[in-house]
């Protein structure tokens, strides 16, 4: 209408009689007309890559993407681990071009938008710079078909985020719940005697398997420190809290198991797979059992 001619005037409307005889503000007008111009823009942009032309094309480094993830052990892994492994394949590229063209794929994980929380008594720093300097300790839970529910113990490394022992029963006594720590003592200091952990700290939460006279008992005679979080403040305890979380997406809820034994040697494989295969984007994308190795030997994870 705007552009119409009118027939008494010989002349175009204008936006400002036009707006006015519509009911619309002006400005509506100009800032849809500016939208219009930008998008126009931008796929003229788009269809004209600007600069030097990339060493791989974007099919090519789209077919290297597809099979990463076609070839992890895992599911659900983000553009920074698929292009740590694309790298190591020899398809160097941005991260984000690969955030781009997953994104434009549909080759990206689902995710949950970032809560903003203010100051807790929690805040601070619990990675340790080392390994076998602190230790983290919890139970979860799931289903199997014969055994119904059945506990899930395990423990992590606060610096190489690496699982050193984890345990499947019945029960969650606290007497189940010291398996997978004489499994990570056996495993870290080769051995089981009286004071072997000396000045290793745990951490663990306020259950009532971590507290009681016999778990901490057994922590004393080991050397080791008992190092609880706060009360409703999970995030304390946060290197196991989230190996759990990606415990749970990688096999737990992908599947019933049987029984607790069945359960037990699906976990225990699973374990190795994950030390041996799971990158750590603060070290540089390298494997847990990698980072331990790196440490333990004097050296410093990139």
């Not at 340790?128 to 529910?149: H, K, N, R, Y």
């Not at 000045?199 to 306020?206: I, V």
């Not at 030390?275 to 990139?302: D, F, M, T, Y």
Request: hydrophobic share 40%.
């Amino acid at each position: 209408m705007i552009a119409t001619r009118s027939a008494s005037a010989k002349r175009p409307f204008g936006v400002k009689r036009a707006c006015r005889l519509l009911g619309l503000q002006r400005s509506v007008v100009y800032a849809r007309r500016a939208a219009t111009r930008r998008v126009s823009a931008d796929d003229s942009r788009a269809s004209v890559r600007r600069g030097p032309k990339p060493r791989v094309s974007d099919d090519a480094l789209l077919v290297g993407i597809r099979e990463v993830l076609a070839e992890t052990h895992f599911v659900g892994e983000g553009h920074r681990k698929v292009w740590a492994r694309l790298k190591a394949k020899g398809l160097g590229a941005s991260k984000k071009r690969v955030l781009r063209l997953m994104r434009e794929n549909g080759l990206l994980s689902p995710g949950t938008p970032k809560r903003v929380l203010g100051p807790r008594s929690h805040d601070g720093r619990i990675t340790t710079d080392l390994p076998d300097v602190m230790w983290g300790t919890d139970a979860t839970s799931t289903q199997t078909i014969e055994d119904g529910q059945v506990a899930v113990f395990a423990i992590v490394d606060h610096c190489t985020t690496e699982c050193l022992g984890i345990h499947v029963a019945k029960r969650a006594t606290r007497f189940e719940a010291l398996e997978p720590l004489r499994q990570a003592v056996r495993a870290a200091f080769g051995g089981y005697d009286t004071g072997i952990a000396r000045n290793l700290l745990l951490r663990h939460d306020h259950g009532s398997q971590y507290v009681s006279r016999d778990y901490q008992a057994e922590l004393a005679l080991l050397g080791i420190e008992s190092s609880p979080s706060f009360v409703r403040a999970p995030e304390g305890n946060g290197c196991i809290e989230r190996f759990f979380r990606t415990l749970k997406e990688q096999v737990l809820w992908l599947k019933t198991h049987r029984n607790v034994e069945e359960l037990r040697q699906a976990l225990i494989a699973w374990v190795k797979v994950y030390n041996e295969n799971w990158l750590i984007e603060k070290h540089g994308h390298r494997a847990p059992s990698a980072v331990r190795q790196l440490l333990k030997g004097g050296e410093v994870a990139a």
